[in-house]
């Protein structure tokens, strides 16, 4: 899973990084508006997707 989010200005190498994985056991999230900061803790506006990552890692380790 690669979490990014969309205003951050490496989102490309995000999207890059997803395309290179191979396998069917991976998942893009696009937080939309999101940068950097808003991803390590919330930057205020709820931006960290909990449930998807819970979800995933759930779905696959549980």
């Given at each position: 899973?690669?979490v990014?989010?969309?205003?951050?200005?490496s989102?490309?190498?995000?999207?890059?990084?997803?395309?290179?994985?191979?396998?069917?056991?991976?998942?893009?999230?696009?937080?939309?508006?999101?940068?950097?900061?808003?991803?390590?803790?919330?930057?205020?506006?709820?931006?960290?997707?909990?449930?998807?990552?819970?979800?995933?890692?759930?779905?696959?380790?549980?």
């Amino acid at each position: 899973m690669i979490v990014h989010g969309e205003a951050a200005h490496s989102y490309y190498m995000g999207r890059d990084a997803f395309a290179r994985l191979t396998g069917d056991n991976k998942e893009f999230v696009t937080i939309p508006g999101a940068v950097h900061t808003d991803l390590y803790d919330g930057g205020g506006k709820n931006a960290i997707p909990w449930d998807r990552l819970t979800g995933f890692f759930d779905a696959r380790f549980a």
